[in-house]
């Protein structure tokens, strides 16, 4: 499932939903789930969550964000749109609209679907308009 982002960064773009999360209250695991259950209406738990990437974005050589990647393979409830993030859609391996999501997810995301973890650096320039680099290694 990916959804579109209606508002903020990366709006006009199918992406998989994301957040921060608050350090020292929870952990990164927790605010995973938080968020997931904020913007998509459902309930999932650590059960139902499978990190497959940490990536460290970068803007020229000053790091952003660091990124963990969770796969989500069940929840409860129904999922909805939030006033960020459009109703999700079911796309096939085949079908993903890789044209309309951030340059870097047409790189790491076909890694991470075959099965594989990694540990990752994207560098973009001009704003995260242009993908300069993107690396990874095998994550443990």
């Given at each position: 499932y990916l959804a579109l982002k209606k508002t903020g960064f990366g709006a006009g773009i199918y992406n998989g939903y994301s957040g921060t999360w608050r350090e020292g209250s929870e952990t990164i695991i927790q605010g995973a789930i938080r968020e997931f259950?904020?913007?998509?209406?459902a309930t999932a738990t650590s059960q139902n969550m499978r990190k497959v990437a940490v990536i460290d974005f970068f803007e020229g050589d000053t790091q952003t964000f660091e990124c963990h990647i969770f796969f989500v393979s069940g929840w409860s409830g129904k999922l909805k749109q939030s006033p960020e993030m459009a109703l999700p859609?079911?796309?096939?391996?085949?079908?993903?609209?890789?044209?309309?999501?951030?340059k870097a997810d047409r790189e790491?995301?076909?890694?991470?679907?075959?099965?594989?973890?990694?540990?990752?650096?994207?560098?973009y320039k001009q704003e995260m308009r242009k993908l300069s680099s993107f690396t990874h290694s095998p994550m443990s």
């Open positions: 259950c904020e913007k998509s209406g859609k079911r796309f096939s391996k085949n079908d993903i609209p890789w044209s309309e999501m951030f790491f995301l076909p890694i991470l679907l075959s099965g594989k973890k990694i540990l990752g650096e994207v560098h």
